[in-house]
DNA sequence: ATGCTCCACCCAATCGTTTGCGCCAATCGT
DNA sequence: ACGATTGGCGCAAACGATTGGGTGGAGCAT
C-alpha cells in the first residue's frame, strides 16, 4: 500500500487526484460527517479513498509547527519505578491516549536540578502542557519562569501554593488510619513520615497525629520519623522508632513500601506483625495483600487520579478555570495491625 | 529575559544583529570550539550572546520538519507498573537523555491489538527509531510491514527470528537456580513459568529444566505452570503446585512479583518458607531482601539493559551492523531457599 | 592593473501543513 | 436576461529551521 515514493504526503496525494494541497487538507480535517462544505461529495470521496488506500498520517512536525499546537504533554515523576507512580502513570497515558495527546514523560529522582533540567527539556520540545507529580511542597521548581507561558497541573503531590491539583485526600487517610489504631486500644504509635518535601507523606502524618491529639494522645515529635519513601528509608526509620525504650505499639508507614521496610525491621527485631506490632502502609499496592502477613493499608485510586489530572490540565489550555480535586481514600484493614499487647511480651 | 515578543527565533535573533538568519543558523549549530568557519570571531561572539540572553531553544518542530530527524524514540512496554519494566525504563530514559534523545513510552498490557496499535502511534509521531520491551515470542506484531522503515530493537524480551535484542541471559539465570536448589538437595522440584509468550519466563524455565535435567531429574511437565507475572498469577499457580499430592520442595517462580504471590499460597496452606518449602525469584527487586522471609532472587541488570538498548539503537539509527547482547545474571541466595525437607512436616 | 583565493556573509528553496482570501462557474431571483 | 449568491476549489503566505550555492570585497602574488 504505502509502498512507492517515501511519506505520503498532502501534496502527493493532491497531485495524483489533480487537486490543490489545501482541499485536501480541507477535506481530511473536515468533520467525518458527509457534510461540511470543504468539497464536493465525489471530491471527498476520492480523497479520503486515496488517503487511506496510501495510508496517508500527516506529519505531526509540519502541524505542530503551523499550527503551533504540538498536542505533547510533559509529565514528571520522582522515579516510575516505584509503582504508585507508575500506576498513576498508567493513568494518564490512558486519558492522554483517549484525548488524542502523547506524553513524554521522565524521572527527576526529586532532585531540585533535575527537575529544572526536565522542565526546561519538555518545555523546549514545546508540549502544550505539563503534569507535575513530583512537586516539593515549597513548589521551588515551579517558580521558574518560563512555566509562565505553559499551562501545568500537579498530580499525586500537591504544593502550598495551591497550584491546581489532583490527589488522593491523604490528610483524610491519615485520618481514618488513625481512627482504625484508635479502634483497635492503640495509644502508644509512631510514624514513618517520608520525606519532609512530600506532600503526600506530611499530608497522610498530619490527618494521623490530628486525629491522635484529638482523642487527647497527642504524637510525640520523636515518634515520627522521616525518611526516603523506599523499602531502605522505612527499615531504618521503623528500626530507630521500635528500638526506643518505650516501644510503640502500632507503626503507621506513609506508603507501603516503606511499611516492607518496616517489616523488615520488625522480623529482624522478633516482633510479629498483627501480634507484637501493628503495622500499615498506604497506597494498597497488589502486593500488600499477598505478603505472608497481608498488611493493612489505605487504598488511593491512583490511575483515577492520572485520568483526572489529564482532563484538568486539558482545560486549563482551553483556558477554563480550573480547581483542585482531592479523591476519597478507603481503609483496608487486614492480619498486620491487630490489637495492642502487654510490655510483658518479647 | 525571554520577555518581549513571542518565543525566540532564529530570524528574532537575526534581525536584531542585522544578519542573516542563515548566519545564524550556523554559527549556533556550528561547534562551539572557537573555530568552525560559520563567521568572523566577533560575529560569532555576538550571536551567541544574543541567543542566551533571549533564552533561545530552536524549535523541534521545525528542525524535524527540515531535517527529517526528530531525536525521538518510541519506547513500548507491556506495563510500566512492574518494578522491572519501570527499572528498565529509567536506564532507557537515562542514556537516551545523555544522547539528546526524548521517548514516547507506552504501556501495550502485552495485548497484539494495543500493541499494533500503539507502533502506528509512535510511527505516527515519526520517532527515529523504536525501542520494544514487550515483543512475544513469535514477533507477531513486529510484522507490521510499517516498522520496516524505521529501526527498531529489543530489550527485555528477546523473539525466536533473532531481532537484535538486549536482555539478561535468562537462560543462564534459570541454570543458576537449578545449581543452588540441586546443591540444597531438592529434586523434586517445580517452577511457576509466567507467560509462555515472554521469552524471559520461557528462557528461565528451559535453562532450570535443561539443568535438572541434565541431573538426571528431569522436571515433569505437570510441575511447570504457566500464569500471568504478577501476584494473583503466581499465587494461583503455586496453589495448583503445591496442593499436589506430591508436593515439590521446591519452587521457582520466574519473577519476584509471582514469588510473592507464590509466599501468599505458601501462607495459606501453612508452609514455611525456608523450612517446609525452598522459593525462589528472579530478578532481585528491592523488595525481595525486605520480605519477612528475605527471598532467594536472580538479580538481573534491569537498568543496564535499557542503557545498552539505547546505545544499540542508535547504532541501528547509524546504519551500522548490531548483533544482540545477553548480560549475565547473578544469584542472591537468601533465607527463603532451604535444604528440603521430608514429608512429615506439616 | 589583473587574476586568484578566501572570508564572511547573504539568498532562496525546502520540509508538510494550515488557512484567509479570491476566483470562476453554475444557480438563483426577479 | 442580468446582477447577486454560493458552492467548489485554487493561491500563496505563513510556521521556524537547514543547507547548497552564490557574491562582494579584502588580500595576495605576479
Excluded: K, W
Aim: hydrophobic share 40%; with cysteine; charged share 25%.
Amino acid at each position: 500500500m504505502a509502498g512507492d515514493g517515501g511519506p505520503v504526503t498532502l501534496r502527493g496525494i493532491a497531485e495524483r487526484l489533480g487537486l490543490h494541497v489545501s482541499t485536501v487538507s480541507r477535506v481530511l480535517n473536515g468533520p467525518t460527517g458527509e457534510q461540511g462544505r470543504a468539497a464536493s461529495a465525489e471530491t471527498v470521496r476520492r480523497i479520503r479513498d486515496l488517503a487511506d488506500e496510501l495510508g496517508y498520517r500527516p506529519n505531526p512536525h509540519a502541524t505542530s509547527l503551523r499550527t503551533r499546537r504540538s498536542n505533547l504533554v510533559g509529565v514528571l515523576f520522582p522515579r516510575l519505578s516505584e509503582i504508585v507512580v507508575a500506576t498513576i502513570y498508567e493513568g494518564v497515558e490512558e486519558e492522554a491516549t483517549a484525548q488524542g495527546l502523547s506524553t513524554f514523560v521522565t524521572n527527576t529522582h526529586d532532585d531540585p536540578a533535575t527537575q529544572r533540567e526536565r522542565i526546561a527539556m519538555v518545555l523546549g520540545r514545546r508540549v502544550d502542557g505539563l503534569i507535575i507529580g513530583d512537586a516539593h511542597l515549597d513548589g521551588a521548581a515551579l517558580a521558574d519562569p518560563a512555566l509562565d507561558s505553559t499551562p501545568f497541573v500537579l498530580v499525586n503531590r500537591r504544593v502550598e501554593s495551591g497550584h491546581p491539583a489532583v490527589t488522593c485526600d491523604d490528610y483524610q487517610g491519615g485520618r481514618l488510619l488513625a481512627e482504625h489504631f484508635l479502634s483497635l486500644g492503640h495509644r502508644r504509635v509512631a510514624v514513618v513520615a517520608g520525606e519532609p518535601f512530600a506532600s503526600t507523606g506530611t499530608d497522610r502524618t498530619t490527618g494521623f497525629t490530628d486525629r491522635y491529639r484529638e482523642a487527647g494522645l497527642p504524637v510525640p515529635a520523636h515518634r515520627v520519623r522521616h525518611c526516603s519513601f523506599d523499602t531502605a528509608g522505612g527499615r531504618r526509620a521503623a528500626l530507630e522508632l521500635l528500638t526506643d525504650a518505650d516501644r510503640p505499639t502500632a507503626v503507621f508507614a506513609v506508603n507501603d513500601l516503606a511499611a516492607i521496610g518496616a517489616m523488615g525491621a520488625a522480623r529482624d527485631l522478633g516482633l510479629r506483625l498483627g501480634e507484637h506490632l501493628a503495622l500499615a502502609g498506604f497506597n494498597d499496592t497488589p502486593l500488600a495483600a499477598e505478603l505472608p502477613v497481608p498488611l493493612t493499608s489505605v487504598r488511593s485510586p491512583m490511575a483515577e487520579q492520572g485520568r483526572r489530572a489529564v482532563r484538568l490540565l486539558l482545560r486549563r489550555i482551553a483556558g477554563e478555570p480550573v480547581a483542585s480535586q482531592t479523591l476519597p481514600p478507603q481503609l483496608m484493614a487486614r492480619a498486620s495491625t491487630g490489637a495492642p499487647v502487654g510490655p510483658d511480651l518479647r
